[in-house]
């Protein structure tokens, strides 16, 4: 059984930092491309950051030079670390492993930034 599970995630002040962290778990972890998505309310989920499996690092504008994605394959985890935080940064994060065509994905950990 497949599981990415989220966590890291909370209340923060704009300009603060979180780290989140998923662990993935019934996978081979270092094959797998990860990314991180965010949904904030009443609209569509949002692609944020993705890490191959050979660590080459893709952002999307919105986060470049704020968010740093990174993995630990001894870990089965994948980081999003978070700093500079603002309130448009307030969403549910995802966590996905891919590969080709096979997609999982995690339950999401809710980040709020305000003051």
């Known amino acids: 059984q497949v599981q990415l599970v989220e966590s890291g995630g909370g209340l923060v002040q704009p300009g603060g930092s979180l780290r989140l962290s998923c662990v993935a778990s019934?996978?081979?972890?270092?094959?797998?491309?990860m990314r991180w998505y965010r949904q904030a309310p009443g609209k569509q989920r949002d692609f944020v950051a993705y890490?191959?499996?050979?660590?080459?690092?893709v952002y999307a504008d919105s986060v470049k030079g704020r968010f740093t994605i990174s993995r630990d394959n001894a870990k089965n985890t994948v980081y999003l670390q978070m700093n500079s935080l603002k309130s448009e940064d307030t969403a549910v994060y995802y966590c996905?492993?891919?590969?080709?065509?096979?997609?999982?994905w995690g339950q999401g950990t809710q980040v709020t930034v305000s003051s």
């Open positions: 019934g996978i081979i972890f270092s094959r797998y491309n």
């Open positions: 890490i191959i499996s050979g660590s080459s690092t």
């Open positions: 996905n492993a891919f590969l080709g065509a096979t997609s999982y």
